[in-house]
T-cell receptor
């Protein structure tokens, strides 16, 4: 099976930087995704990593270390609207075959003024 | 490009009834996955359809079923509803670029 761990809650101040960690254990790893979900809304895709290293996209960056089973999402210049749940999801399965995303429980981030 | 759409958005049913939810993927996307989201269990994978075939299935009872049509639209059905089936049901579609899954707004089901 798969085990994905991420902190339940985090709090940070507007304008600051926050790092949300995600650790996973899985076989057949084929990518790690980060999604943002505001209360009552659907998850929105943020980033994707399949190779080791850092992927940067504006204020958001995501890092992956496959050997350590570890990823983090870095949010810079925090804004109030960044208050949301951040979901780490691991995909397993090879190209062209059945794919499945397994989600962590999510990290509820609260940004304070 | 229009996003993933789901109908209905809200639904109230009673125990024992059955329900059918619909999902229309992003144009050109052939893979549709369904998830159940509850406060206690989080987001859990139900099943995935690709070109009208179920490719993968999560750990849910047989009361949960689905299908996909030739235009990639998908439906999921839950029979003999139980109180514990109350949840947000999310559909996600993916194409070929990284096969990132894009979620629809969800159908919020309440079973009384």
């Amino acid at each position: 099976g798969q085990n994905i761990d991420q902190p339940t809650e985090m709090t940070a101040t507007e304008g600051a930087i926050v790092q949300i960690n995600c650790t996973y254990q899985t076989s057949g790893f084929n990518g790690l995704f980060w999604y943002q979900q505001h209360a009552g809304e659907a998850p929105t895709f943020l980033s994707y990593n399949v190779l080791d290293g850092l992927e940067e996209k504006g204020r958001f960056s995501s890092f992956l270390s496959r050997s350590k089973g570890y990823s983090y999402l870095l949010l810079k210049e925090l804004q109030m609207k960044d208050s949301a749940s951040y979901l780490c999801a691991v995909r397993k399965g090879s190209s062209g075959s059945a794919r499945q995303l397994t989600f962590g429980s999510g990290t509820q981030l609260t940004v304070l003024p | 490009k229009a996003g993933v759409t789901q109908t209905p958005r809200y639904l109230i049913k009673t125990r024992g009834q059955q329900v059918t939810l619909s999902c229309s993927p992003i144009s050109g996307h052939r893979s549709v996955s369904w998830y159940q989201q509850t406060p206690g269990q989080g987001l859990q994978f139900l099943f995935e359809y690709f070109s009208e075939t179920q490719r993968n299935k999560g750990n849910f009872p047989g009361r949960f079923s689905g299908r996909q049509f030739s235009n990639s639209r998908s439906e999921m059905n839950v029979s003999t509803l139980e109180l514990g089936d109350s949840a947000l049901y999310l559909c996600a579609s993916s194409g070929t670029a990284q096969e990132t899954q894009y979620f629809g707004p969800g159908t919020r089901l309440l079973v009384l």
